[in-house]
């Protein structure tokens, strides 16, 4: 019986911790570098499990002056027989459970960045609903961030289209072979559900000095649209007025 209280209490002592892991990433906003924020309510509702779980392992309080059942030595062999048809308690079950709170405090959690797009890709063009689309358009051009200005490009795919309109927008710095020296893409990772199905998207960005910027650090981009090509593919590109070093933002990703 002390085995399976201690079990059980073990088992408590899990469930806690994983309530007050869930908690910390909710009221730190980390946890919206795994999911969107739509779903956030889903994590309350399992923080108040893990606590209702870890409540049914306290075990019941013994009576005032009731005291555990004392071990006869001459039934020792009915004990173990006893213990071996009900088995042992083992410890697998809370592993298994515990998983993804060890992983939780081992891998620091971190948004993407650019070296995530050279496996996902990154695009120009972000399918826009009609409906987003004029949601779009109603924003002062002054305040759109990257995803609103690739959704006004989607819905007007001429390379034209933005040509003479001022942007401010803030992303990671991303490049491959396709850029030359005088371009980035002033980049953002969108998320509709989680980050399981993150896309990257981009504005292609043409400044002298483009090249003194790393790739994945932050910047913040003011300038003119144009139009420009990369690779073979005419598209509107910023023309880049002043290129500022920044921080990455509290929520790093973008929400369609």
Excluded at 98 to 103: K, T, V
Excluded at 107 to 112: H, M, N, S, T, Y
Excluded at 166 to 179: L, P, S
Aim: with cysteine.
């Amino acid at each position: 019986m002390r085995r399976i209280a201690r079990y059980d209490r073990l088992k408590a002592l899990v469930l806690i911790l994983l309530a007050i892991f869930f908690a910390e990433k909710l009221v730190s906003g980390r946890l919206y570098y795994y999911i969107g924020p739509r779903f956030g309510w889903l994590s309350v509702v399992a923080v108040g499990l893990f606590i209702i779980l870890a409540g049914g392992y306290n075990p019941p309080k013994r009576a005032e002056g009731e005291h555990e059942p004392a071990e006869h030595p001459d039934h020792t062999d009915d004990h173990e027989h006893h213990d071996h048809d009900h088995g042992k308690p083992t410890l697998w079950p809370i592993g298994v459970v515990a998983l993804p709170l060890i992983l939780g405090v081992l891998v620091p959690a971190r948004p993407l960045g650019a070296s995530a797009v050279s496996s996902r890709g990154v695009s120009t063009d972000f399918a826009a609903s009609a409906e987003s689309s004029e949601s779009t358009l109603s924003v002062v051009a002054s305040e759109r961030n990257v995803l609103d200005w690739v959704q006004a490009f989607a819905a007007n795919p001429d390379p034209a289209s933005l040509a003479g309109q001022q942007a401010d927008v803030v992303g990671f710095v991303y490049r491959d072979i396709r850029f030359a020296d005088d371009q980035f893409m002033v980049a953002r990772f969108t998320i509709t559900c989680c980050v399981a199905d993150a896309s990257a998207i981009g504005l292609l960005v043409q400044a002298e000095d483009a090249s003194q910027f790393a790739s994945d650090s932050w910047v913040r981009v003011t300038g003119t649209f144009g139009e420009g090509q990369l690779d073979g593919e005419m598209l509107p590109v910023l023309l880049a007025d002043q290129i500022m070093p920044v921080q990455p933002p509290e929520q790093p990703y973008l929400y369609p």
